[in-house]
């Protein structure tokens, strides 16, 4: 069998950054404690042959106090060998895992991680030292630039069962520690960096709060920006000017008929990519031009927010809000990640402690976040050029009310949720990491492995989308559900039968839901039917791969139960906006 | 003159203390002990957010936030 070895540490040492060195893979890292929730298995050339290296999500002791340090606990227990990785600027803190992993009569070998931190920060460790004290190899490592780690699978066959550290009590370990750190660290003396004062700045609540709007406003802006951009430069262009006449000539070639319907457009010879709802221009147009673009700016700016540690104090500010909803200020951090895709969202709902906390955020998620490519395809629904004449204010007012019911219906719903599921709130206890400058390399390379993922992932479930809605309606049975459906539909919200069409597709995914919607001729809706169904839309089903994972994270009893909540929050919410939108 | 020990969540911001105790059960203890918070350690308070929300403090050169509720846990001695 082959040999398994594990990397082990505390949350934030960079055990990931460590593991993409050792296997080449590619996993996601940031500067926050929790990033994995799950671990990651890759293999591993040593000298003549391959073993299997596996992740484990951060602990701060063998005995676990949330669902991902279980997973670390069980990882540990299949171990061969462990790695574990240690942070060199907090060495006490981190040494209790380490001794604790050293009573276990497992070879273990230690990476001293963030070796150059401790030259700045005037810290000054006696690595030799203190690999004789622990009886095991100490190798001092940078993982982001890939210093040491040679060195480390070098001495890997070296990695030994201690023979010096004896189990002891918990107040035993520390009392070792204490004279460990006293025989090989020296602190000096430094004055206050600016990263100290920048620190400062982002957690007073009097300087944090203003900041904190800031840096999520001109995160936004700055993804609309920069996803106009590549959008109107780029994409479009390629579409009408290269792939446009392209795919009017292939039209010619097959005729009017089914088939040009089907894979080109409804209207021969009439390519409108955003409503010709063909399988080659449609279908390839909403991921890859409407929607590609901006969750490539979105990762772009989240990998850099990620980086540099900025978003646990965003969780600090937070907390008391949070609170009041059930969960403590880590929950901002599934929204912030679900406002991407919701998939990665919910996997991140993993690192909130009680049962109660993880239904309440995954829930809201699954209700109330709206991911990128909705959000994308909203600004296509309330743009000027779809609306048309329909639109009595500035376009902008009708995206304004889709999200502040949504924000409104977070809040309303989390507070219920509270107050009506049974559990334990515990509150905050999250690690604040020092600011680091974002290694631009590591940046890029985050935002292409999550717009990959997305490639990978998401792109062909939106096409299977476009396709089944297209046999759906050329068999008929998009009309025949709709009409089925209108009585309940127009009673209830006040809305044409269509809508039934759009929520039937966006069970399938939600952004060529709204796709459907733009392809209705200018009329069906009125503006205020779109804002109903559009919030609609977001609130009734997650995508079935959010629901999967859903599933996964709650178990079915659970599921079952967020999925009630759903469909109560979306009867609701489409009933209340009725009244107040369309006043009948 | 003997030093007052007081709850943690009462310490003025940007002030230096030394842990002296700690109440609650097992776990609670625990969890704290294995992120360094123990008797004996130096602790300053970095913020505190407003309407009893959480404290960010600073114990062996690492920050953390934690809840108004552990802090009224903690008793710590003020340094002069």
Known sequence: ????????????????????????????????????????????????????????????????????????????????????????????????????????????IIALNMWDETQHLGIHIDEKKLEQLLGVPVIPIVALTGEGINHLVDRLSDATINKKIQ?????????????????????????????????????????????????????????????????????DPLFEVYYKPFILSIGEGIGPGFLYRFLISQTYGVVEFEEALGMLTTGLYVPLAMVLPFIIAFYFLLSILEDTGYLPRLATLMD???????????????????????????????????????????????????????????????????????????????????????????????????????????????????????????????????????????????????????????????????????????????????????????FLRKDLAVGTLLSFPAGTFSAMQLVITATLLTIYFPCIATFVMLLKELGIKDMLKATVIMIIAATTVGVSLRLLLLGV | MEKKSIPLSNLPVHTKAMIVDMHGGIHFQRKLHTLGIRKGQLITIVSKQPF?????????????????????????????
Request: charged share 15%; with cysteine; glycine share 8%.
């Open chain 2, 52 to 80: 009893h929300g959480p404290l960010t403090i600073k114990v062996c050169g690492c920050q953390m936030t934690l809840g108004r509720g552990m802090a009224h846990r903690i008793l710590v001695e003020e340094q002069t």
């Open chain 1, 167 to 235: 189990p002891t009590s918990e107040e035993g370990r520390w009392i070792e520690i204490g004279s460990i750190i006293k025989k090989v660290e020296t602190v000096e003396h430094r004055h206050h960096t600016w990263r100290d004062r920048l620190s400062d700045l982002t957690i007073q609540p009097v300087t944090g709060f203003p900041l904190a709007l800031g840096i999520i406003f001109s995160s936004f802006w700055l993804v609309l920006l920069i996803g106009e951009n590549i959008k109107g430069y780029l994409l």
């Open chain 1, 320 to 506: 008391n809000i949070f609170h009041k909803l059930g969960m403590h200020g880590h929950g901002i951090i599934p929204v912030f990640l679900g406002l991407g895709c919701n998939v990665p969202g919910m996997m991140a709902t993993r690192a909130l402690e009680t049962r109660k906390q993880r239904f309440i955020a995954a829930t809201l998620l699954s209700i109330a976040v709206p991911c990128l490519a909705q959000t994308s395809l909203l600004f296509a629904i309330f743009s000027e050029e779809n609306l048309g004449e329909a639109a009595v204010y500035a376009p902008f007012v009708y995206l304004l009310l889709v999200f502040s019911t949504l924000i409104v219906l977070y809040f309303i719903a989390g507070y219920i949720l509270n107050k009506t599921v049974k559990g334990e709130s515990p509150e905050i206890f999250l690690e604040i990491p020092s600011y680091r400058m974002p290694h631009w390399k590591t940046t890029i390379k985050k935002t292409w492995m999550r717009i990959r993922w997305f490639l990978k992932d998401a792109l062909p479930w939106m096409f299977f989308g476009v396709f089944l809605i297209n046999v759906l309606y050329t068999i008929g049975f998009i009309e025949w559900i709709a009409t089925a459906l209108q009585p309940v539909f127009t009673a209830l919200f006040g809305l044409p039968g269509e809508t039934s069409v759009v929520l039937l597709s966006g």
């Open chain 1, 1 to 108: 069998m082959k040999k398994s070895i594990v990397l082990m540490g505390n949350p934030n040492v960079g055990k990931s950054v460590v593991f993409s060195r050792l296997t080449g893979a590619n996993v996601i890292a940031s500067n926050y404690p929790g990033t994995t929730v799950d671990f990651s298995k890759g293999k591993m050339k040593l000298t003549n042959e391959y073993a299997e290296l596996i992740d484990a999500p951060g602990t701060y002791s063998l005995e676990p106090s949330n669902k991902a340090e279980e997973v670390a606990k069980k990882m540990f227990n299949q171990a061969d060998v462990i790695i574990n990785v240690v942070n060199a600027t907090n060495l006490e803190r981190n040494l209790f895992l380490t001794l604790e992993l050293l009573e276990q009569n497992k070879p273990v």
